[in-house]
């Protein structure tokens, strides 16, 4: 029989394509990082400048009106009233956010009221500057006490009323103010004596510029010790 002829086998084996790092449907990947868009920072600069103008403008209203409405607030503040409830939910709660920024603002005024030498000139000089700012945010506290339980606006008042607890202890150290009642007691007579005098103002029986000697005219002899009545 013929011998078989074989081709000769190749020593080289077949190319193979080299594989790709990458999967079939993927993208390479950048080594560059996301730059962050600088929108965030500016939406949040951009709603508190919008809180504050809402703020001032129902401040602004509810010192000439105390049932000024979310309308009216929105209006004064140049804003839609979508944009008010975006803020603040609930009526109640712009008002209670307007009182604490009067508040605030006025707490930060008082700081500047010299409370030393005599205990009982310093009380005069803050029942005074203290009146200025009951005066001026008289219909926001109407406002308030309609739409906030008494406890909330004693809450909101806590910073002034400390200011006055430390004048108090101070006098009473010095002999200057009766010790046979708490000063709890004593603070609380000065402000209500603030918020009658804002009553008869309202009732026209008091005109504002004879305020502050009427309040300091009944609150100095109620703080005096017994023996000097």
Known sequence: MAATHEKPRSSTAPTEKP?????????????TAPTRSPAGPA???????????????AIESLSRNPDASVSEIAKTAGVGRVTVYGHFPNRADLVEAALTRAID????????????GDPRDALARLIDSSWQLVNQ???LLTAAQDVLPPSKIRDLHAGP??????????????GAFRTD?????????MHSVMHSAADEITAGRLTPDKAAAYITATVLPAFSPPENH
């Open 19 to 31: 594989r790709s790092s990458t999967a079939p449907n993927e993208k390479p990947r950048s080594s």
């Open 161 to 174: 009323v400390k200011r006055v607890e430390r004048l108090v202890e101070r006098g009473r150290a010095e």
């Open 181 to 189: 009642l708490p000063i709890s007691w004593l603070v609380s007579v």
């Open 105 to 116: 603002d006025g707490h930060a005024g008082l700081d500047a009221v010299d409370l030393t």
């Open 43 to 57: 939406r949040r600069a951009d709603a508190q400048r919008s809180i504050a103008a809402i703020l001032d403008a």
């Open 137 to 139: 945010s008289r219909s």
